[in-house]
């Protein structure tokens, strides 16, 4: 009973700060709308010939997760920064002694409400891909079957999409839990998320290059969007996900343990 009191309380406070009513609209919106923009941005015309483009049209409608997955970190962040911030985190732990309780509760809470706005953005970005991929010569004739979730590698590069937001928000939260301060556990995931991707670019080896794609949160959980060439990925598309379900699981059992162990 204790727990689904910790739920509904979690609940509560989440869908009352006011951030959470831009917060979630603006992560289905920019997955949706920059997926659609980076789509209508690419045509055939700069192939020898447009079945030889040879793109990937899932992972080019669903790119929009890059910056949408911004929405999501800070959602995490403040699940629990907020309550830091506020001094309401007393109150939380007057009513739910049991921390792992708080903490297990704003997990399952932050993973529902990204897990429903990511799904939003994602049927929205493959729904716009669909329409505008014809006109941009990636029709059927072309070798290019329009977007469907009934094919498999498309359906799993959107749930797996959907998981990849929910994974990066849990990771969030347990970075907020460990550090407290908003500003610094938000700049923390980004780095965390976007530095090895950079560094990666930058490395002169390509076997290094691959090693840290391989290992870097966001590249290697980014690999499930992937439905060609899956044999020339530096990680398969569930191995990928797994990497980043395991920084999520990392952050979550420090970002428990420290929280069980110091003062509100």
Request: with cysteine; aromatic share 4%; net charge positive.
């Amino acid at each position: 009973m204790r727990g689904l009191w910790a739920l509904r309380a979690e609940w509560t406070k989440l869908r009352t700060v006011p951030s959470t009513a831009w917060l979630v609209p603006a992560l289905a919106a920019l997955v949706a709308a920059v997926g659609a923009a980076v789509t209508g941005s690419v045509d055939t015309s700069h192939c020898p010939t447009p079945a030889g483009c040879m793109e990937d049209t899932p992972k080019l409608a669903l790119s929009g997760v890059q910056l949408g997955q911004v929405a999501a970190i800070v959602l995490g962040v403040l699940a629990v920064g907020g309550e830091y911030a506020t001094g309401t985190i007393a109150a939380t732990l007057a009513a739910v002694p049991g921390r792992v309780t708080v903490l297990a509760a704003k997990a399952a809470v932050v993973a529902g409400v990204v897990a429903a706005a990511g799904t939003a953005g994602v049927l929205a970005a493959l729904a716009a891909a669909r329409g505008i991929l014809p006109g941009n010569g990636y029709t059927s004739a072309n070798g290019y079957p329009p977007l469907t979730l009934t094919d498999g590698p498309t359906a799993r590069a959107a749930s797996g999409t959907v998981l990849y937001l929910v994974l990066v928000a849990l990771l969030a939260l347990g970075v907020g839990t460990v550090l407290r301060e908003q500003a610094v556990a938000i700049t923390a995931v980004l780095a965390l998320l976007w530095i090895v991707p950079v560094v990666a670019r930058l490395a002169a080896d390509p076997k290094w290059e691959e090693r840290l794609e391989r290992a870097a949160p966001m590249p290697a959980g980014l690999a499930v969007q992937a439905t060609r060439d899956l044999d020339r990925l530096p990680i398969g598309p569930w191995q990928g996900l797994g990497v980043l379900a395991c920084y999520a699981a990392a952050a979550l059992l420090a970002g428990g343990a420290v929280f069980a162990r110091r003062d509100a």
